[in-house]
């Protein structure tokens, strides 16, 4: 069963403009959510984390957004760059403190184009 | 830091064969997961351990998939009797207790023909 919902599944913008990926969850207990950015032949890595407190997250180009009440959560990139081009996932997990699975969101294949 | 280090990058099996895949985690991390990607289903949970002990299974495949983490230094994921749908990238992550970020290697790519 699917509990973390993905969309896009693909998107193309254009240098310099913004990206905006989208998620949303069904369990509740869900309290913290990170992003990974996965290049082709390597594993994914962490871009950027939010957790249920919180409802926005800053990291240079990127911004996290999160909203409890409608269960969603979104990843904003300004000034997309051709090097942004990667597949995004959004993940979600029970528990603070570490240790705790990880359940994926389908991916969305990001493409800058110049 | 090397990162999470996982052999081979690549293994081709036959229907039926044996599939042992290897992690490496990060030193001093103490848990190790594995999940596998494939275009379909996407990233799917299969394991985790904890300081060496099984803590969740409830991904794995109940039949012929197994997996073990006999030291702090490694993990092992096998397959028995592969079949075509268990060609996959298998990836391995390791997080430092008390941490949530899950730290992935490049994977190994199973192809079963």
């Known amino acids: 069963q699917q509990q973390v919902r993905q969309s896009p599944q693909s998107l193309t913008v254009w240098e310099g403009g913004t990206t905006v990926l989208t998620c949303s969850y069904e369990d509740s207990t869900f309290n913290y959510f990170p992003w990974y950015q996965q290049f082709p032949g390597e594993g994914p890595a962490l871009l950027i984390s939010?957790?249920?407190?919180?409802d926005k997250k800053e990291d240079g180009r990127f911004t996290t957004f999160f909203n409890k009440r409608e269960k969603k959560l979104s990843l904003h990139i300004i000034d997309s760059q051709p090097g942004d081009s990667a597949t995004y996932f959004c993940a979600a997990s029970v528990g603070q403190g570490g240790s705790a699975k990880l359940i994926f969101g389908e991916g969305t294949k990001l493409t800058v184009s110049s | 830091n090397a990162g999470v280090i996982q052999t081979p990058r690549h293994k081709v099996t036959g229907k039926g064969q044996e599939a042992t895949l290897w992690c490496e985690p990060i030193s001093g991390h103490s848990a190790v997961f594995w999940y596998r990607q494939t275009i379909v289903q996407g990233l799917e949970f299969l394991t985790y351990?904890?300081?060496?002990?099984?803590?969740?299974d409830s991904g794995m495949p109940k039949e012929r998939f197994s997996a073990q983490m006999p030291n702090q230094s490694h993990s092992t994921l096998k397959i028995q009797s592969t079949q075509p749908q268990d060609s996959a990238v298998y990836l391995c992550?390791?997080?430092?207790?008390?941490?949530?970020?899950?730290?992935f290697g490049a994977g190994t790519r199973l192809s079963v023909l």
């Open positions: 939010i957790l249920s407190v919180s």
């Open positions: 351990f904890r300081n060496q002990a099984p803590i969740d």
């Open positions: 992550a390791s997080s430092l207790g008390g941490e949530n970020t899950l730290y």
